[in-house]
Structures are given as C-alpha cells and as structure tokens.
C-alpha cells in the first residue's frame, strides 16, 4: 500500500558526504520499517540500514560496514526516510534503494523480508 521513491545520489570523492531520501506515497507510513540496500551489478543486494517503524520501537539499524558513518532518520509527517552518508568509500559505490517491510525485528535486515522498494539512487565515489 505504499510507493516509494529515493533521490540524493550523485559523483563524490572519497571522505565526502550524500544524503540520500526516500520519500512515500500511499497511506500508513508509521506501520512500516524502511530499510536502505545497495546492491553493485553482479553482486548481491547488500543490508545498509532500516528505521523501524514507531509500533516496533523505532530504532535504528546499521549494517558494520554503515556504523559509525551512515545515520538514518524518519520524519513520519513528511512521510520520508533520509540516510545521511559520511565519510564515505570507495566500496560506497552502489545503487541505493530503499524499501518496506512489516517484518519482524529479527529479520529486519534480510532484504527477501521487505516487499516494496523504490527504483533506487546511484552513488558513485571517486578513488
């Protein structure tokens, strides 16, 4: 029931920073975890970091690799997730798409638990 749609990607050198957004359409927004994926061609779609939704607790979860670089925040009246991007890496260099799921928190980083996901921004940072 909701559609998503990210922007903020872009060309960056190593250590600068992106934020990227994920903005909702539909209804419902506070019901569910939006999660942030990267996924590089030929390689499998990576866990970034997910915003559970306000009934599960609300919390933030970060990949290792996201930890201590990346934060995700929600702004349930804007119906938006923003993931602040720091410091950022050549191994950064994705496709970044972010996406709902009513999971479980246990599975709240699996990406074959999340069931809508925008078409994705490209981050590209230079080495």
């Known amino acids: 029931q909701v559609q998503l749609a990210e922007s903020g990607g872009g060309v960056v050198q190593v250590g600068d920073s992106l934020n990227l957004s994920c903005v909702a359409s539909?209804?419902?927004?506070?019901?569910?975890?939006i999660g942030w994926f990267r996924q590089v061609p030929g390689k499998e779609r990576e866990f970034v970091a997910t915003?559970?939704?306000?009934?599960?607790?609300?919390?933030?979860y970060y990949s290792e690799s996201a930890q201590g670089r990346f934060t995700i925040s929600r702004d349930n009246a804007k119906k938006m997730v923003n993931l602040q991007m720091n410091r950022l890496k050549s191994d950064d260099t994705a496709l970044y798409s972010c996406?709902?799921?009513?999971?479980?928190?246990?599975?709240?980083?699996?990406?074959?638990?999340?069931?809508?996901w925008g078409q994705g921004t490209q981050v590209t940072v230079a080495s």
């Open positions: 996406a709902s799921s009513q999971v479980a928190l246990s599975g709240i980083r699996l990406s074959n638990m999340y069931f809508t």
């Open positions: 539909g209804v419902n927004f506070r019901n569910y975890h």
């Open positions: 915003s559970a939704r306000p009934g599960s607790g609300g919390r933030a």
